[in-house]
């Protein structure tokens, strides 16, 4: 099948996100696909120009060897809410120009704006469209002013959409009462590449080289440093603490809003010896920091974006045979239950003590495999298979 891929995020500098591995997986089993993306970080990153010109990245592979994607990004004026609505305008062009040229089976949709445009387009041309929801997506939108907009359109392509894909029962439950047809909504979890992500992984090089000893307890973050993602609150109670567990170190896999904080907090309380901040690494050395650690986290706080989603790098961690500490995000709670390897507790600020408790008890191993027994069976394949089905039923 051809496949558009719609979303309003950057295909490259994000992820790999669940559609990153879901694509590529049905690339290798023959799928054509397209994706038309959005340089998110065109204010940080991007080319000092005032319109950026239309790009096209050809056989483009994130996560698997010889997946064949192909990006197309349109141009966009570079002035700040500018940008939105040029994006608006060059989206619909291209989503058009793909229709033409490409003649797609389906149309995929994330986040809103571009979503909505691709439904009155794929409805017009008799085209099938899945709306595919990883995150309650008007809840990321920055100006709260236009939450309530976004949360009015994301009805109107809930209720038209021929397929409605979620990655939770908690996201479910949300978009069923958004008005979703419930004999057209599918939950497809988060899947893992077992090849990829295994216990058997050596972390070694990774503790070398970031100065770890042999009997040094390692906490891992990895992801998007999110303002929310309560790792300031983390880092501070380290601070409290830090003479009194010199061998318990924190370490922090990627870049984000909050990294500046971050350092900063680290450099006032001299925790240059207790926490570890890598910044952004490439996803493929993602497994060897996972088995460099002992327990994983995500001290998030329970806002509008956390609470009903469950990041795919919980997975990667269970997989590894990690136990992770959360905070008590409904999403997360529902998702994998009690007694499952997955520990929560009430504050961003209690996750340090949490794990304090499974290395004086000596659960890691124990709770670690807990989490592995969970996640076994979540192979991504199995839910390539299932999303092949869900097109096919729409042809």
Same mark, same amino acid.
């Given at each position: 099948?051809?496949?558009?891929?719609?979303?309003?995020?950057?295909?490259?500098?994000?992820?790999?996100?669940?559609?990153?591995?879901?694509?590529?997986?049905?690339?290798?089993?023959?799928?054509? #696909?397209?994706?038309?993306? /959005?340089?998110?970080?065109? $204010?940080?990153?991007? %080319? @000092?120009? *005032? &319109?950026?010109?239309?790009? +096209?990245?050809?056989?483009?592979?994130?996560?698997?060897?010889?997946?064949?994607?192909?990006?197309?990004?349109?141009?966009?004026?570079?002035?700040?809410?500018?940008?939105?609505?040029?994006?608006?305008?060059?989206?619909?062009?291209?989503?058009?120009?793909?229709?033409?040229?490409?003649?797609?089976?389906?149309?995929?949709?994330?986040?809103?704006?571009?979503?909505?445009?691709?439904?009155?387009?794929?409805?017009?041309?008799?085209?099938?469209?899945?709306?595919?929801?990883?995150?309650?997506?008007?809840?990321? #939108?920055?100006?709260?002013? /236009?939450?309530?907009?976004? $949360?009015?359109?994301? %009805? @109107?392509? *809930? &209720?038209?959409?021929?397929? +409605?894909?979620?990655?939770?029962?908690?996201?479910?439950?949300?978009?069923?009462?958004?008005g979703s047809d419930p004999n057209k909504?599918?939950?497809?979890?988060?899947?893992?590449?077992?090849?990829?992500?295994?216990?058997?992984?050596?972390?070694?090089?990774?503790?070398?080289?970031?100065?770890?000893?042999?009997?040094?307890?390692?906490?891992?973050?990895?992801?998007?440093?999110?303002?929310?993602?309560?790792?300031?609150?983390?880092?501070?109670?380290?601070?409290?603490?830090?003479?009194?567990?010199?061998?318990?170190?924190?370490?922090?896999?990627?870049?984000?809003?909050?990294?500046?904080?971050?350092?900063?907090?680290? &450099?006032?309380?001299?925790?240059?010896?207790?926490?570890?901040?890598?910044?952004?690494?490439?996803?493929?050395?993602?497994?060897?920091?996972?088995?460099?650690?002992?327990?994983?986290?995500?001290?998030?706080?329970?806002?509008?974006i956390m609470k009903d989603i469950v990041?795919?790098?919980?997975?990667?961690?269970?997989?590894?045979?990690?136990?992770?500490?959360?905070?008590?995000?409904?999403?997360?709670?529902?998702?994998?239950?009690?007694?499952?390897?997955?520990?929560?507790?009430?504050?961003?600020?209690?996750?340090?003590?949490?794990?304090?408790?499974?290395?004086?008890?000596d659960f890691i191993q124990i709770e670690?495999?807990?989490?592995?027994?969970?996640?076994?069976?979540?192979?991504?394949?199995?839910?390539?298979?299932?999303?092949?089905?869900?097109?096919?039923?729409?042809?």
């Amino acid at each position: 099948m051809k496949i558009l891929l719609l979303q309003e995020t950057d295909w490259f500098e994000k992820g790999p996100l669940q559609q990153h591995h879901l694509m590529e997986r049905l690339s290798l089993k023959g799928h054509e #696909i397209r994706v038309i993306d /959005y340089e998110i970080v065109w $204010k940080t990153h991007g %080319k @000092k120009e *005032l &319109k950026s010109k239309r790009e +096209v990245f050809e056989n483009v592979s994130k996560v698997y060897d010889g997946a064949n994607i192909t990006v197309i990004r349109p141009p966009i004026i570079k002035i700040p809410t500018l940008d939105y609505i040029s994006l608006l305008i060059t989206r619909q062009k291209e989503i058009e120009r793909q229709i033409s040229e490409f003649k797609p089976d389906v149309i995929v949709g994330f986040q809103i704006l571009t979503p909505y445009l691709g439904l009155k387009i794929a409805r017009r041309n008799n085209i099938p469209f899945i709306y595919y929801w990883t995150d309650v997506y008007h809840a990321q #939108i920055p100006f709260k002013l /236009y939450r309530p907009l976004g $949360k009015l359109i994301e %009805k @109107k392509i *809930l &209720k038209r959409s021929n397929a +409605v894909v979620v990655i939770n029962d908690v996201l479910k439950d949300f978009v069923l009462a958004m008005g979703s047809d419930p004999n057209k909504t599918y939950v497809e979890k988060a899947g893992m590449d077992f090849s990829r992500f295994n216990s058997e992984i050596s972390g070694n090089k990774v503790r070398k080289k970031f100065g770890l000893q042999n009997n040094d307890i390692v906490l891992l973050f990895v992801g998007w440093l999110y303002n929310f993602s309560g790792l300031q609150e983390v880092v501070k109670e380290i601070a409290k603490v830090k003479n009194d567990y010199k061998k318990i170190k924190f370490m922090v896999v990627g870049e984000g809003d909050a990294f500046n904080e971050i350092l900063n907090l680290v &450099k006032e309380n001299k925790l240059e010896d207790h926490v570890i901040l890598t910044g952004k690494q490439p996803f493929e050395s993602v497994p060897n920091f996972i088995a460099a650690s002992d327990i994983c986290l995500l001290p998030s706080h329970n806002n509008e974006i956390m609470k009903d989603i469950v990041p795919i790098k919980f997975y990667e961690y269970m997989a590894m045979k990690k136990p992770v500490i959360s905070t008590k995000l409904p999403g997360v709670m529902r998702e994998f239950g009690e007694d499952n390897g997955v520990l929560y507790v009430a504050k961003p600020e209690k996750v340090f003590y949490e794990a304090l408790k499974l290395i004086k008890n000596d659960f890691i191993q124990i709770e670690g495999k807990k989490a592995f027994n969970f996640v076994e069976k979540n192979d991504w394949d199995d839910i390539a298979c299932d999303f092949e089905k869900i097109m096919g039923d729409l042809k």
